[in-house]
Structures are given as C-alpha cells and as structure tokens.
C-alpha cells in the first residue's frame, strides 16, 4: 500500500473538497492521512516545516488552493516547496484559484495542477485542465501496479497532440468555448489585479457595515464569505437576492451550511458593474430581513474601489 497524504481544510466531513480527495485516494487503494489545520486560517508553512522535519515519508500530498465552501486561500508557493525537498509529490486543486490569484505552477514546484473551465477561467463547465512535471511524469512511467482505470488515467493523454489521438471523442464546442475564454484572459492584463480590487473593496465594504467576515486570514479573492446575521436564516437571503434582484448568491457546503453566504467574484462576475449591482441587492436584502447595517454596502464599496486604484 502506498502512503498517501491529504490536506484538509476542515475536520473530516466538512473540507468538502479534502474530503473528495479522501475518497478519491482510498477508492485507488491509497492509505490517506490527514492534516487538519486551524479552519479559520489558511495552512501555515511554518508549522508545516516543523512537522515535515519529524514526519515527511509520503508518496505524495493533494492540497486545495483556493477552498471554495470557505474561501480559504492557501499560499501554494510557499507549502509546495517545501514538499517537494521531501520528495514528497504535490497535486493542487486550483479549480477556484486559477487565473483570479497568482500561481506560479514551476516555481511552486507543483507536480499535478488541476483546474476546471467553469471557474475564474469562465468558459462553459465541461473541461478539466492538468499540468504534469516531469517528475510526475517519471512516477507513472515507472509505476509496478498498472493503473486501474481508462479514463483516469493521464498515460492515456500522452502525446494526443502531436499524434492527434484522442481517447474519446473531442467535447469540439466546449473546446471552442475554452478558445474564446483564454482569448479573453489574455487580452485583459488587469484580471488578477481587479479580482484584489474587488475582493479587499467587497471584504471592507461588509466588515464596516458590521457584517462578519467568515476566515480571519486567508482570503482569497475569488469569493467572500461572511457569517449569517444570528437574527436571519441563509435561505432566505439567497431567496431575496434570486426573486427580487435576479442574483445568485450561495450558501455553503458541509458544516458550512447555513451558516455562511459566498459572494462569488472570480473571472466575468469580477466585474465593477455586477459588483456594485450585488453590493445594492444584498444591503436591501438585509436591511429588508431587519438587519441594521452601519455603512451603506454600496456606497463603501464603491469607495474602496476608487481608493484602492
Ligand atoms: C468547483 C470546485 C471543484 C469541482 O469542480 P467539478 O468540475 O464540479 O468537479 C473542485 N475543487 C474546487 C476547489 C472547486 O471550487
């Protein structure tokens, strides 16, 4: 049995997307253990030094960068390094990251990158990018076991391009989707500098209206969270914003649920017009439910917005 290591952002059946990896490597025979940090904060890399220092014999280590459900972002940069001087292999789920926050695949040494078109990328949902390293490459070359599965398997994918061979047939309109949506993002080379904008101007603008934010740090600034108003239930805020504004906010996932709001500003919804509309909605939302707020969400937004030019 090969020893595996999972991150986990929340106790066992709450860091939803942890959790997924659980299952994932236990379904492929894997022996996976946990890392259960703080679920306030992002993983700190110096507590993940100390610990690899006693403890570091694992085939490899899955982490998510941007943990959707509560908007952790972890510093991939930083932790993914210091794996690697273990030779411990990195696998990062970036799906809710990618192209809202920076991320140096090879300088972070990542070994396995996955993202998905529907995020920050937005193009239609269907796709799923990967990015190998060498080393990663080696591994499955050189594996005893064969892998148990066809589609799953990235060996299939190996030189489809060159050979033009595909193990299944093209998804040809997604893949013209993906064209436009990558021309998009390179034609616009403020993106992650607006998605910073808009994430601190949205956190401001809810913490001084006396909203609470969900995390203490580690934001990422693809998606903010803040906690439920106690006097008010999450369902019915996602209900006034749906039926009266036409916006769809979300609620959470696991021991999240009902607990928190996700204001989602990745990719095409990181945009000032949409923002400032989603910032109007949700303080009539509230103020509608009975939650006094002190600011204006709209007006402190706006002003943040011009302030952090
Ligand atoms: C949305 C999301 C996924 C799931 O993507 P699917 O395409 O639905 O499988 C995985 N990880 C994270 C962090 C996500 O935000």
Request: charged residues 25%; hydrophobic residues 40%.
């Amino acid at each position: 049995m090969k020893s595996l290591w999972i991150f986990i952002k929340r106790r066992v059946n709450n860091g939803v997307f942890g959790k997924g990896f659980v299952e994932f490597v236990s379904m492929y025979g894997g022996v996976p253990r946990l890392y259960t940090v703080n679920d306030k904060k992002p993983i700190d890399p110096k507590s993940l030094e100390t610990f690899l220092e006693k403890d570091h014999d694992y085939k490899y280590a899955t982490l998510v960068h941007c943990d959707t459900p509560s908007g952790i972002l972890n510093d991939v940069g930083a932790l993914c390094p210091l794996l690697d001087k273990y030779g411990i292999l990195t696998v990062v789920d970036s799906v809710s990251a990618m192209f809202g926050e920076e991320l140096r695949v090879d300088d972070a040494r990542i070994d396995v990158l996955c993202g998905g078109s529907q995020k920050a990328v937005s193009a239609p949902p269907g796709l799923a990018f990967v990015t190998i390293s060498s080393r990663a490459k080696k591994v499955m070359a050189e594996r005893k076991v064969p892998i148990a599965s066809f589609y799953a398997n990235l060996r299939i994918f190996e030189n489809y391009y060159e050979e033009k061979w595909f193990p299944y047939t093209m998804p040809v309109s997604d893949i013209y989707g993906l064209r436009a949506a990558v021309e998009n993002i390179a034609s616009d080379v403020g993106m992650l500098a607006r998605h910073q904008r808009i994430g601190e101007a949205c956190r401001r603008a809810l913490t001084e209206a006396g909203l609470n934010l969900h995390l203490e740090s580690g934001f990422s600034n693809t998606v903010t969270v803040f906690d439920v108003p106690k006097e008010v239930l999450a369902r019915e805020i996602l209900q006034i914003m749906r039926d009266k504004h036409g916006i769809m906010l979300a609620g959470s996932l696991g021991s999240l649920d009902g607990q928190v709001i996700r204001i989602g500003h990745m990719g095409s919804n990181a945009n000032i017009e949409d923002m400032t509309e989603t910032m109007g909605a949700l303080d009539d939302t509230l103020r509608s439910l009975g939650i006094s707020l002190k600011e204006d969400l709209r007006e402190r937004f706006r002003y943040y917005l011009d302030a952090l030019l």
